[in-house]
């Protein structure tokens, strides 16, 4: 089972730059036609901060230009919230957020939870959303309803496991100085997936790559499309850098989960075909 994510994409109904200074919808179509050769993905999962100004056409904007995508190869489509993004825009134009290759709702086996959290089982393995919006807030929180509802999902365990997905990560990249925004009680999250078969959290909001664990399970924070952050200024800037980026997971084993960073740029390079095969060839442990 691949899949692959995608984060923080900050559209806007009006094609209003991001305060950076990027045209989100440009950096989103940028990185999709970047990625079209990767034809074999079987799930595609946005982990928030779709829209920047919370408008319905930025939610419509993300469903067709990411939808498309995902229909081309027949994966179905999970969305959940971030901190910049509207909820009740969210619910008025995606539903729950899981949506089948036919971009309409509830196309596979799911589960909805009246408090936004939802749940869909693809090839055995369990596809878990969260939200962590706290309205007009950075920082996130997963409420004491959607952790009630989580760990009664989860005494039930997943043919292969549960994989996670919302916004805020419950982990902290290193910095002195500027403590950033993120879920504020990764506690309760480690409580309520203690003993349960979630073996992998997948979240965004730093707009950089960055793994750790929370308990059983592997915690993987995704590169943004709409720029990315460069922690090389030390701790006393922040800096935004251009360019897109997205992952790609390997889940043939919920175990020993391998994330890729696919990183939009120009091509220097690039070898195919026989040419290939015979270089794989003379670099085979058997040499």
Known sequence: MRVLQLSDTHLTGDGALHRT???????????????????RVDLVVVTGDIADDGSPAAYRLARDLIGAYAAERGAPLVL?????????????VLGSGHLGPDLREAALDAVHSPERAAATVLD??????????????????????????????????????????????PIRFPNAVQEPPTLANPRDLADAIDGTDVRVVLTGHYHLQLAGRLGPAAVWTGPAVVNRRDLSC????????SGSAATLIDLADLDAPVFHT??????????????LREALRHTSPED
Not at 234 to 241: F, L, M, Q
Not at 262 to 275: H, M, N, S
């Open 80 to 92: 959940t919230t971030g901190n910049a993004d509207d909820r009740t825009a969210f619910t008025d």
């Open 124 to 169: 055995g393995v369990r596809v878990v959303t969260l939200d962590t919006l706290v309205p007009g807030k950075v920082h996130g929180r997963i409420g004491a309803a959607q952790l009630t509802w989580l760990r009664g999902l989860l005494a039930v365990p997943a043919p292969r496991g549960t994989v996670l997905a919302f916004h805020h990560p």
């Open 234 to 241: 030390g701790d006393e800037a922040v800096r935004y850098v």
């Open 21 to 39: 200074g990027v045209d989100a919808a440009a950096a989103l179509r940028g990185l999709l036609a970047h990625l079209a050769p990767l034809r």
């Open 262 to 275: 696919l990183q939009a740029g120009d091509t220097i390079a690039e070898t195919g075909g026989e040419r």
